[in-house]
């Protein structure tokens, strides 16, 4: 199904974050999202660009994003139409920034679908209504103050507990958070590639601690590291940042350099290409989760579409929007015991809310085709 595209809007907004974010690669405070509109015959497409400001998490950062979608990417797209599907062959000859290509798909896919009357999750395939959700809780100044947000994160219902972690801010509060809450709590640790293999007998301190993964402990690039570390820990390696696309997964797998797959449909380049690492991970027994970017509701309807598929064993960090925001931009996402109802509506099932939108708009852009 082809469909006329029109143009395309990019629009900044600036969402000021409920509590810092601290991670191995740094503090944030506030998000600085680029928003992707596409108009198109069918009528209008959604999307966010996971991006964050600086380019510490990946190389992409979010004025970098909107520059190639404005210069590269939009002007690809062809003037007579194309299928949303066939988006990511005409992105294809430009190499990486997936990140970036990922919205303008997305966005694609959201007006096809709500022109269609189906709903993302439908369309991807989804297994469930609602999904089980964690949360991912940032390096804190003290131990307690790091108990305090955990049992608070526990009392809102959320079913599993990651912990940032970086050298200095590891085994302690693993064994903290265990000792107060117990053995019975779903525990696992992100890294974000603060370790070398040089590392590895201090990693396995954390063997003792039964948490369900230990994601990305070293460099992006150190696939062959991950795998030596992997057969020195008992606690299963999980892998972000190494995995951009299917084949780095298909890789990886074969490699033994991971047990389970974090599947950031930003970071390797669209849910579709989100779907085929599902797929792959599926035929090898290899668990998956869908991870996150700070998303707002915009970006977060679509993850929770993804993690309702059935490969999606182990809960996301799909956590609700009051998480992260004070006021999101769409009807916030609200924990129900611990999940987040998958969206039914046609496409993402969200809209902006245009007050709340331009509340928090810097500035908008429109490239017409
Ligand atoms: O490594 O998973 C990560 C946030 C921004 C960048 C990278 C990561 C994260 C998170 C939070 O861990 C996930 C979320 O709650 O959106
Ligand atoms: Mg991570």
């Known amino acids: ?21 601290r991670t191995s690669f740094g503090v944030e405070t506030s998000r600085d999202v680029l928003l992707v509109r596409v108009v198109t015959a069918d009528g209008e497409g959604w999307a966010e660009c996971a991006a964050m400001s600086e380019p510490r998490y990946c190389s992409e950062y979010v004025d970098g994003a909107q520059h190639v979608l404005r210069e590269f990417l939009i002007p690809a797209l062809p003037k007579d139409g194309l299928d949303a599907q066939a988006v990511g062959r005409v992105l294809d000859p430009f190499t990486g920034h997936r990140m970036a290509k990922s919205a303008l798909e997305t966005a694609l896919l959201d007006a096809r679908l709500r022109g269609a009357g189906e709903s993302f999750g439908s369309y991807l395939g989804a297994a469930r209504d609602r999904v089980p959700c964690g949360v991912s809780v940032g390096i804190m100044d003290s131990v307690p103050e790091l108990l305090d947000a955990v049992e608070a994160y526990i009392a809102e219902g959320y079913v599993r507990i990651k912990l940032k972690i970086e050298p200095g801010w590891d085994v302690e509060p693993v064994r903290a958070v265990r000792e107060r809450f117990g053995d019975e709590l779903l525990l696992q640790v992100d890294a974000n590639a603060a370790y070398t293999l040089a590392d590895t007998q201090h990693l396995t301190a954390l063997d003792d601690f039964g948490l369900l993964l230990i994601e990305q402990p070293l460099a992006n690039d150190d696939m062959v590291q991950h795998a030596a570390l992997a057969k020195r820990l008992r606690t299963p390696v999980c892998l972000d940042e190494s995995i951009e696309s299917a084949a780095h997964a298909a890789a990886a797998i074969t490699l033994g350099a991971c047990s389970v797959i974090n599947v950031k449909p930003a970071r390797v380049g669209g849910y579709l290409e989100a779907r085929r690492i599902h797929d792959i991970a599926s035929a090898h027994g290899v668990p998956v989760w869908c991870g996150g970017m700070l998303e707002t509701g915009i970006g977060r309807a679509a993850n929770v579409a993804l993690a309702a598929l059935p490969g999606f064993t182990l809960p996301g960090d799909t956590s609700g929007s009051h998480r992260y925001f004070a006021t999101d931009i769409t009807e916030p996402f609200v924990l129900a015991d611990g999940h987040l109802d998958v969206p039914t509506g046609p496409g993402l099932g969200v809209l902006p809310l245009p007050d709340a939108l331009d509340e928090v708009t810097t500035s908008r852009e429109w490239i017409a085709l």
Not at 1 to 12: A, D, F, N, W, Y
């Open 1 to 21: 199904m082809r469909t006329k595209i029109s143009g395309v809007e990019l629009r900044r907004i600036a969402m000021p974050l409920v509590a810092p974010f």
